[in-house]
C-alpha cells in the first residue's frame, strides 16, 4: 500500500539549534507534498507545500523542505528553531488512490519539542 | 474570509448512540474531507465530498457516514457509537480535490 513514513515520532531540540524532520513516501506517479503543523488542541495548520516548479519550498516563518524525487523524500528543516515552533509535524502527500482518485494521506507525526 | 468552521467543537455520547458533526467549508471550496485523529492511529482519512458527491472513502465501517450539501456544508454521522470512536474528528476544505486544504478546530468527540 502507498504510504508516508515520518521515521521519527519524537524530537527534541535546543533551543537556536538547527532541526530536520524527515518524510518519505511511496508512490509512482507525481505529487504533491505538504508540511502540516498542530499545535496542542488545535487543527492543522498549513506550513508550506510543492506542488511543481522549484523542487526547494520555504515558509513564512523560516522552515523549508526539499522535494527529492529520486529518494522520494520532503524533509523538513529550520535552521534555528524557537520555543513557539513546539508543536507536531505532519507530512502529506496526495497519493493515487485508484479510479482516478487522489487521496490526501498523512505520516504519523512528529513532535518537535524545543528545549529552552 | 472566514476558515473552516465546525460545530460542536466537543461532545460526549455513550455507547450505541449516534452522532451528526457539521462543517462549513471557506467560502467558494467545493470540496470538503473528514479525518479521524486518535493517538494510536494517527491521522486517517474517512471521506471526501465534492459538489454533493462522495468521491473517496477510507477503510471505515459502514457505521461512519456522510453528506453534502448543495451550499458545500457538510455532515458526518456516526451511528451506534463505541469506545473506540472517541477521536478528533477533522474537516477539511479546498476549491477542488487535490487542491490544498485548509483544516477546522476540530470536534473532540468521547464516548463513554
Known amino acids: 500500500a502507498q504510504s508516508v513514513t515520518q521515521l521519527d515520532s519524537q524530537v527534541p531540540v535546543f533551543e537556536e539549534a538547527p532541526v530536520e524532520l524527515r518524510c518519505n513516501y511511496s508512490?509512482?506517479?507525481?505529487?504533491?507534498l505538504f508540511w502540516y503543523v498542530q499545535y496542542p488542541n488545535q487543527g492543522l495548520q498549513l506550513l508550506l507545500k510543492?506542488?511543481?516548479?522549484?523542487?526547494l519550498v520555504e515558509s513564512i516563518n523560516g522552515f523549508e523542505a526539499e522535494f527529492n524525487k529520486s529518494q522520494t523524500s520532503f524533509h523538513l528543516r529550520k535552521p534555528s528553531v524557537h520555543i513557539s515552533d513546539t508543536a507536531e509535524y505532519f507530512c502529506?502527500?496526495?497519493?493515487?488512490?485508484?479510479?482516478?482518485?487522489?487521496?490526501?494521506?498523512f505520516g504519523k507525526g512528529t513532535k518537535l519539542s524545543v528545549i529552552p | 474570509k472566514a476558515g473552516v468552521t465546525q460545530t460542536p467543537r466537543y461532545l460526549i455520547k455513550t455507547r450505541g448512540q449516534q452522532v451528526t458533526l457539521s462543517c462549513s467549508p471557506i467560502?467558494?471550496?467545493?470540496?470538503v474531507s473528514w479525518y479521524q485523529q486518535t493517538p494510536g492511529q494517527g491521522l486517517q482519512f474517512l471521506f471526501e465530498?465534492?459538489?454533493?458527491?462522495?468521491?473517496n472513502k477510507g477503510n471505515f465501517p459502514g457505521r461512519f457516514s456522510g453528506r453534502q450539501f448543495s451550499n458545500s456544508r457538510s455532515e458526518m454521522n456516526v451511528s451506534t457509537l463505541e469506545l473506540g470512536d472517541s477521536a478528533l474528528y477533522l474537516c477539511?476544505?479546498?476549491?477542488?480535490?487535490?487542491?490544498?486544504?485548509?483544516f477546522g478546530p476540530g470536534t473532540r468527540l468521547t464516548v463513554l
Open positions: 477539511a476544505s479546498s476549491y477542488r480535490p487535490r487542491d490544498e486544504q485548509f
Open positions: 508512490s509512482s506517479v507525481s505529487v504533491y
Open positions: 510543492y506542488l511543481s516548479g522549484s523542487t
Open positions: 502529506a502527500v496526495t497519493l493515487f488512490s485508484g479510479a482516478g482518485s487522489y487521496q490526501l494521506t
Open positions: 467560502s467558494g471550496h467545493r470540496s
Open positions: 465530498y465534492f459538489s454533493e458527491t462522495q468521491r
